[in-house]
């Protein structure tokens, strides 16, 4: 199964998994428990999907699971959260992490970052597969470039982020006949069916697209095209409280990514995320991003 971003939240019901990895649907208000862990989260395929109390898929579950499991004489419990609360009880200081946490210098006033710990690759272009050809066989196109073109019709969803660059240009494209534009409710289909129907030439991807084309069994129709500007992987982490609490848990979770990452188990978290064709892109940047400094970062310390 792949995993992949979506853009909606589902709040649900307090509830409790079998192990010693639970999930809460509140915050609790006190947590003086030195060896309890909670790890919020917002359900947003690829990275945390919900779809019951004894179903959480996606690879951020998936890899806090192993930390939970590496963390001897921690209890981990799963939070599900919104937005507005999604950092309160780190801010809070209280025994709160959070793994996939880009880096801002506003968080790192209240937070630890582990070593580098999650990849997430850029909206790329989408094509049929049959279409490789027309569009040069995969190599990196200018997105502008594609636009002018009349004859190459775009769909694309309204209210969806895919860069600043990117939608600039579709801001300065918008009114012309070639382009799409269709409306958001939290799904990738309609632009994918738009393209396999003929009825459209190329979209851009989200980060649940290629989840949601696996469950309909359409992935191995499509192509990702990497565009030639705007088109840089970032990175995540692991966050914790910026107290002692947290600096001592940061340097644990960063000895367990380090041995993880050293023996070639960690890529495995990530593969589902490009389409076949991308797999030696994502692997380059894999190995650029997360393995080589967290490699790195342990030579330093020796």
Known sequence: MRYFRAF????VSACFISGSMGVKAHHPKVVDEEHEIYWPYLDSPPLYHYLGKDDLRGFGFDIVRMLGKELKGY???FVQTSPDRLFIGIKERLNYCM???YKTPEREEFMYFSLPARITPPSALVIRKTDLAKFGQGKPLSLQELLKDQKLRFVYLNGVIYSAYANGLIEDYRNDSNLYPLNYHGSSLRPLEMLLRKRADYTLSTPSMLYEADKQELADKIAYIPRLKDYEYQVGYVVCPKNEWGRQLIDKIN???YLKVSKGQYFEYFK???PANN????KEQYQKLIAEPVV???LKAQ
């Open 99 to 101: 793994y996939g946490v």
């Open 8 to 11: 909606w939240i589902l709040l």
């Open 272 to 274: 589902a995320l490009m």
């Open 75 to 77: 209890h981990n419990t």
């Open 279 to 282: 797999q030696a892109e994502l």
């Open 255 to 257: 000895h367990i990514l």
């Open 296 to 298: 790195n970062s342990r």
